[in-house]
């Protein structure tokens, strides 16, 4: 047990197989239930090795049921390295078989101001997701942690109760690019299940440091990430757990 939630460990590949086997469960059981799968993710490196499991078996996934979200965005062209966009179209959505009007990048190049201004480009995404997602609850919702801490792009610092009920909002990063776009902790908490996914050496300090921290969510933003009626599991390779 990993702070009040599941937690499953494994060697990096086998918990990268873990993983996609969970997610294809949840998404077979939305696709039966509601005939749709709302799946929200991450940016950062550490979804690259699930991204490429994901695309190598792609068949047995319901793509097509699928409606694909942006967890966090950096303001940067949709065609740089850095986007989280490119990145997730580059390893994954290029090779699977979703319409392309299933898939929700966040709004953060069409116009320079829809980064910049608190009613742009973080409303319309909101507005978005308050159209298509049934109570606005993601199905599955897929996180990294950086090395302080922060999740989404929610640096340590932000307090969560400045973004009161909003579900996406703009923050600043203190590395580059600065500039960002984020699902909220409320917009997280809401999802149906919420998979926390930490793999490397580099990871193990900062998990042996959320095993001893109690309730400092502003240090430690990922302790902010707490389902309300969902399940949350992190997926903790041996790398990181045993460093
Ligand atoms: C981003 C992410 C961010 C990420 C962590 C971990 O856009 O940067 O969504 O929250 O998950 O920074 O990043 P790594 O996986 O690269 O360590």
Known sequence: KFRNSDMVSA????????????????????????GVFHLALSGGSTPLALFHRLA???????WRDTHLWMVDERCVPQTELESNFYTLHQHLLQHVRIPYYNIHPMPVQLNERLCVEEDGGALLYE?????????????????GVGYDGHTASLFPG?????????LVVLTESPAKPHQRMSLT???INRARRVALLVMGKGKHELITQL???????????VIGVKPANGRLVWYIDYDALLG
């Open 185 to 187: 902790f409320s917009a």
């Open 127 to 143: 507005n978005e997701l308050n159209k298509l997602v049934n109570g606005s609850s993601f199905h599955f919702v897929l996180l």
């Open 11 to 34: 060697w990096s590949e086998e918990l990268v197989e873990r993983l996609a086997a969970d997610m294809q469960e949840a998404a077979e059981a939305a696709v039966n239930e509601g």
């Open 56 to 62: 190598l078996h792609h068949f047995s996934f319901p």
């Open 211 to 221: 095993s001893r921290v109690k309730d400092k969510s502003d240090k430690y933003p």
């Open 158 to 166: 932000s307090k969560p109760e400045e973004f009161g009920e909003s």
